[in-house]
């Protein structure tokens, strides 16, 4: 998301990784300079630090570890997909430890084409006097940029998005699968809802593109997704607790990785495997083998299901740890 921040902005650009070699490649295609070996010496010469962790704990623990260090006028920029009760705990927190910094949160929506294009959609909360302050440097990625309200609303904009994005996949890839299961053809089906009112995002690109084709490759983590429903259904809990539309999502999410049928690493896309083994039906064509054929199928339901099992036994155990740790949820 950052590619031509250097030439959009231009200002010197630092640039730290978790993982050094993301960082210098980035230094060396894009003129950058890589901190990775002395940031938080390094972080205090930044006005503006833009920050996009998988989390908003991990992103407080960045913010502790650099806050001793940064110019007292610095600008926050929080862009990953986060919690907003944590981000506003996080701006409280720098209020009372570094009155100065500003911060905003700015999650980001258009994938990771949009991020190489740079023409996402950024959802900003947070300090309005800093708008000004950081909207050139927004706009090195984004196309789309809207002030949304006090610290937090970025954040939860965005976990209603991307809760919204998952239910419609789910709601329509549910509805070909019965279209199907009747007897008419997927594909006829979207190219008419294509032309009405039903179209979305997901009939014209995410059902055609990635279910259809089997490719389940659009680059988003199935358990990334999970913890956005997730934060939009505490929005829920704090605000419309009747709400049962995305509660009904995370259960989807939930029900699908305690079965085996995808994990934690899966593309989000991938959800729907869980809808097609309820139904034993699928929009794409079955897999087979080199020679054409279908791969072999147990001969028995008893052996089916003992070979379900040995597959699957050791992925769930992972994946429940996996979840319960990203979540801070107990163990499933």
């Known amino acids: 998301m950052h590619r031509g921040m250097q030439e959009a902005t231009l200002r010197r650009v630092l640039v730290w990784n978790r993982t050094p070699e993301p960082a210098a490649q980035h230094a060396k295609e894009f003129h950058t300079v890589n901190i990775s070996g002395d940031a938080l010496r390094s972080i205090g010469e930044a006005s503006i630090v833009f920050m996009c962790m998988p989390t908003s704990e991990v992103t407080f623990e960045r913010v502790k570890e650099m806050a001793p260090h940064l110019a007292d006028d610095a600008v926050l920029v929080d862009c990953c997909t986060g919690n907003p009760t944590v981000t506003r705990q996080i701006a409280a927190w720098l209020k009372t430890e570094k009155p100065g910094i500003r911060y905003m949160d700015c999650p980001i929506s258009g994938g990771p084409g949009g991020a190489s294009k740079g023409s996402l959609a950024a959802m900003l909360g947070g300090d309005p006097d800093a708008i000004d302050i950081v909207k050139p440097h927004i706009s090195a990625f ?6 949304l309200g006090p610290v937090g609303s970025g954040h939860a904009v965005k976990a209603i998005n991307n809760a919204c994005n998952v239910s419609n996949l789910l709601c329509l890839h549910e509805g070909l699968l019965a279209l199907k299961k009747m007897g008419v053809d997927p594909s006829a089906a979207l190219q008419v809802i294509n032309k009405s009112s039903g179209r979305s995002l997901m009939s014209q690109d995410r059902v055609p593109q990635e279910v259809v084709t089997g490719d389940f490759n659009y680059g988003f983590k199935l358990g990334l997704m999970a913890k956005d429903v997730s934060i939009a259904t505490e929005l829920m809990d704090e605000f419309y607790p009747q709400a049962q539309v995305y509660r009904r999502t995370l259960k989807v999410h939930f ?5 085996g049928t995808v994990n934690y690493d899966s593309d989000y896309t991938e959800i729907v495997k869980h ?58």
Do not use: C, F
């Not at 029900?255 to 079965?259: C, E, K, N, V």
């Not at 083998?289 to 028995?300: A, I, R, V």
């Open 275 to 332: 809808q097609e083994k309820q139904v034993s039906a699928m929009l794409r064509e079955e897999a087979t083998d080199d020679d054409g054929e279908k791969p072999p199928q147990p001969t028995s339901p008893l052996q089916q299901l003992e070979a379900e099992n040995l597959e699957l036994h050791s992925e769930i155990q992972r994946l429940n740890a996996k979840l319960a740790s990203s979540m801070n949820m107990p163990e499933l």
């Open 142 to 147: 984004a196309a789309n940029i809207v002030y």
């Open 255 to 259: 029900d699908a990785m305690a079965a």
